[in-house]
């Protein structure tokens, strides 16, 4: 059975960094088969891709947020981590991590998401 | 990249049929046929409800179906029911910005 857990703070202050990480269980972070991103959704507001990281290590980042943001992974640990940096009040949103198959262009797993707020 | 177009809100009774639309560009949905569908309840993961435009996932009732025209794909929800009631967001791939989302349909069972 495929799970996707989020973990990370729940308030974090303008201009502060973001380290948000996704334990996956089911699957292997090194398998080809899958891999995973990371998507946002403020409050009454649109999901929005944010970051994805290929079994090979292969990364891709939305255009808009790409100066801020890194995706990696620790295999050994199953997990993705994604930090984000010079946060601001806009950017409080429920994160979610999901799981997408290898040469696919959905997400068919996804964590329950964790929800951060900024604000000083 | 744009989010894709989404009425706000669309409802029915139990029993009927309803059809949630999401409309791109000819740089998204028009070009490819990789629209998925989420279910989003309050507190609870997302759900794949259909992939690659009209494929739904084992476990998804054969009441949602997916389908598009031009730069427009539809959710359709057949025999309406009242756990059916949730948030849904459609996803394009968008080539270099890969994935693009919908503005969200909030669904209401009357």
């Known amino acids: 059975q495929v799970t996707l857990k989020e973990s990370g703070p729940v308030l974090v202050k303008p201009t502060e960094t973001l380290t948000l990480t996704c334990t996956v269980s089911g699957f292997s972070l090194s398998n080809a088969k899958m891999g995973v991103s990371w998507i946002r959704q403020p409050p009454g507001k649109a999901l929005e891709w944010l970051a994805h990281?290929?079994?090979?290590?292969?990364?891709s980042y939305s255009t808009s947020l790409k100066s801020r943001l890194t995706i990696s992974k620790d295999t050994s640990k199953s997990q993705v981590v994604l930090t984000m940096t010079n946060m601001d009040p806009v950017d409080t949103a429920t994160y979610y991590c999901?799981?997408?198959?290898?040469?696919?262009?959905?997400?068919?797993?996804w964590g329950q998401g964790t929800l951060v707020t900024v604000s000083s | 990249q744009s989010a894709l177009t989404q009425p706000a809100s669309v409802s029915g009774s139990p029993g009927q049929s309803i059809t949630i639309s999401c409309t791109g560009t000819s740089s998204d949905v028009g070009s490819y046929n990789l629209v998925s569908w989420y279910q989003l309840h309050p507190g609870k993961a997302p759900k794949l409800m259909i992939y690659e435009g009209s494929k739904r996932p084992s476990g998804v009732s054969n009441r949602f179906s997916g389908s598009k025209s031009g730069n427009t794909a539809s959710l359709t929800i057949s025999g309406l029911q009242a756990e059916d009631e949730a948030d849904y967001f459609c996803c394009s791939y968008a080539g270099s910005s890969p994935y693009v989302f919908g503005t969200g349909t909030k669904v209401t069972v009357l």
């Open positions: 999901a799981a997408a198959p290898a040469r696919a262009y959905y997400f068919d797993y």
């Open positions: 990281i290929f079994s090979n290590d292969e990364k």
